[in-house]
Structures are given as structure tokens and as C-alpha cells.
Nanobody
């Protein structure tokens, strides 16, 4: 069983930056691929970024590539999402999720086993 708690959301002006954190409880954190998803009002939840357990392999949605960076610290059981050059369309509730020992980097929310409660990101224009 893994519990995930996101933090770091808030209000930022367009062009600004935020860093989200997701702290995981439980064992074998490095065995989990971690993903970040977001859901804006009236829209489906979408994949944003993901990172394999080794912290080397990462994957990004085209909409955030070159602006967002996902990383993890397995010693701290924490995954991060550094968000730069934020746009109003990035505003959403951001969720982290964990997938145990995936064969490939999961981008489908149905592949993930555990979810956090989400943190709100608001971007003013």
C-alpha cells in the first residue's frame, strides 16, 4: 500500500514557476514509476510527465515538454515536478500517481495503482 501526498500548488502569474512535490509512504518506492497528471474543470484528466523508478527515464506530454521537469529522490520517497514558463492553460488540479514495476513508462491513468489527493495550480494571465 502506498499513500501519496502532493504539495506545492498555488497561484502564480503567467510566465512564473512552481515546484510540486509528491511524498510517498510505504516501501520499495524505487520500484514504482511515478506519474503526474492534471485535470482542468470540464476536461478529462491528462498525463503530464512520468519518471521510471531509476530516475533516469522520463516522459512528457508535448504540451509541457521543455517547460516542465520531473525528477525524484528515492532516498526521500519523493517525486517532483518543476514547472516553468507557466501558461493559463496549465491551470488544473495536479495529481501524482504510482505504478508498481511497469514494463514500460505508463501514460494511461488506468495503469496506475495509487493516487494522491491533488493540488491546485492556478495561473493568472
Amino acid at each position: 500500500q502506498v499513500q501519496l501526498v502532493e504539495s506545492g500548488g498555488g497561484l502564480v502569474q503567467a510566465g512564473g514557476s512552481l515546484r510540486l512535490s509528491c511524498a510517498a509512504s510505504g516501501r520499495f518506492f524505487s520500484s514504482y514509476a511515478m506519474g503526474w497528471f492534471r485535470q482542468a474543470p470540464g476536461k478529462k484528466r491528462e498525463f503530464v510527465a512520468g519518471i521510471r523508478g531509476n530516475g533516469v527515464s522520463t516522459f512528457y506530454a508535448d504540451s509541457v515538454k521543455d517547460r516542465f521537469t520531473v525528477s525524484r529522490d528515492n532516498a526521500k520517497n519523493t517525486v517532483y515536478l518543476q514547472m516553468n514558463s507557466l501558461k493559463p492553460e496549465d491551470a488544473a488540479v495536479y495529481y501524482c500517481a504510482a505504478d508498481y514495476l511497469p514494463k514500460t513508462m505508463p501514460v494511461d491513468e488506468l495503469q496506475y495503482d495509487y493516487w494522491g489527493q491533488g493540488t491546485q495550480v492556478t495561473v493568472s494571465s
